[in-house]
């Protein structure tokens, strides 16, 4: 018997701006309850502990796992537990506060036009360099905050490019003035080729303004500062952040430097307060209190229960980007197929995770959802407060999200002899759909800080319960390694190719790209 559904409100727990109700979760309290009890919480707890104290967690890699230093650095009442971060004798919480002092300064200074171009004029705008992490991260920052009623217009407009695809960098580019355009690029390693493919494009693009323009443009931000130094980035322009810091979890710090530029500090360090809020939360929290926890662990049974995927729709249309920037993050770090000590796993570490805004996604996959025997659980996100007057419009949206989680879990004309009934049998929908939905009281930067470190430590933890490692990504790096292979293959290129499909693939290429 499912006990939750005989308690409604017990699966609900609330934090700040951020609420959590699982009811129609399939598990039942006492699931949760006794989860306390297993090996999956033994290997969470201790994971916690190595994290927050700097021991190394990334095994493949031999590395801790550093990401929230970024948010500690400068909110460190936030942590009522000890944390600690040293890496090779350096202090990295030390490191990071100063330089997101070196950052506001920098930002300040751009934003009120201290610093100037070479003709010594303001700058207009930012475009942003990176891939993966290193972009949709910052991405996703300035589409909600752009979208907020922040009470100031943006400082400076900024435009994104990560794919090689050059079609996304002349879009990219068809508004920018080379003369008062910032350039940051983003990457840990600094050898990203795609990224570094793009910045030569870049080169070029801000030379024909003038010799003067490139030097002054250019921004970083890296793990390695000496190389971004080497191709051109001014010392004093190198904002550095930990190796122990993976790109998907890196959004919080310099990496963000334009939207940082963009925004405004203000807005970015309350980001910062909300995140840390939920790292205090899970520092101390018992794992039936805990938010991110109890969301992995319904993950977790869903996934056991045969629930592969899982579709996520925020009913905020400001949060347009979120599912995007969520799949790197989850599907990068559980996407495994091997646990800690090199064994391989019998099923999948994590669903699949899709989704859309509602209620678009309403009117194009959840009629699947609904009928199909396509076993998938469903979150759905709601924003209490709106930041508009339209009462009415916002009653709408949430009944939607209201009723869609209802649906999801009663469904209708599902006894077995209503599913038998052919006259009708065609409007049954099986409920049943475990079903979880967050609500924030509005959606501010805090909020958004708190809900994405929610989602950092639930994947985090999803992972820990099943004793894999979140951090490395061993796969995207052998799609790396055979496309640097075949660079010189495809057209106008005239290496052979080793694989015999891939050098029939290139020989249609050849012969339909001769002029």
Known sequence: MNTSALNPGYLSRSLGPVHINLDRQLYSASHVLNFEKTQAHQHLSTFIQRMFSGEVVNGTEHRPAGHWALRAA???????????????????LALTRQVQQQMETFVDQV??????????????????????????????????????????????????AANVDFHEMKAALASLNPKTTLVVIASKSFSTRETLHNAQHIFKWLDAAGPAYRPKALVA???????????????????????????????WGPVSIGVRMVHGNPVFNELLEGAALMDGHVLQSKASQCIPTLLALSDLYNLEHGAA???????????????????????????????????????????????????????AFFQMLHQSKIASSVELIAVVQPDHDEV????????????????????????PEELSNTATNFKSCPGHRPVQM??????????????????????????????????????????????????????????????????????????????
């Open 74 to 92: 400068c909110n460190m009442q936030a942590y009522h537990s000890p944390v600690s971060l040293v890496v090779n004798g350096r202090d990295e």
């Open 111 to 160: 934003r009120s036009g201290r610093y100037t171009t070479p003709d010594g004029e303001r700058y207009d705008s930012v475009l942003h360099l990176g891939i993966g992490g290193s972009d949709l991260g910052p991405r996703l920052l300035n589409d909600v905050f752009s979208k907020l009623d922040l009470g100031a217009a943006p400082a400076l407009n900024i435009r994104f």
């Open 221 to 251: 931000a890296t793990c390695k500062p000496n190389k971004a130094i080497e191709l051109g980035v001014a010392a004093d322009r190198v904002f550095e952040f930990s190796e122990t810091v993976g790109g998907r979890y890196s959004l």
């Open 309 to 363: 995927s899982l579709m996520l729709s925020p009913y905020d249309s400001r949060l347009s980007q979120l599912v995007p920037y969520l799949q790197q993050l989850w599907m990068e770090s559980l996407g495994k197929g091997v646990n800690n000590q090199g064994e391989l796993l019998d099923k999948p570490a994590c669903p699949i995770l899709w989704g859309d805004v509602g209620t678009n996604g309403q009117h």
């Open 392 to 415: 009415q419009s916002h009653q709408v949206l949430l009944s939607h999200a209201l009723a869609q989680s209802e649906a999801f879990s009663v469904g209708r004309l599902n006894s």
């Open 438 to 515: 967050v609500f924030l009281d509005s959606l501010t930067p805090y909020s958004l800080g708190a809900l994405l470190c929610l989602w950092e430590h639930r994947t985090a933890a999803l992972a820990a319960m099943q004793n894999i490692n979140p951090f490395d990504q061993w796969g995207v790096e052998l799609g790396k390694g055979i496309a640097e292979q075949l660079e010189h293959s495809v057209p106008p290129g005239h290496t052979p190719a080793e694989n015999p499909v891939t050098a029939h693939l290139i020989n249609h290429f050849l012969k339909n790209s001769a002029p």
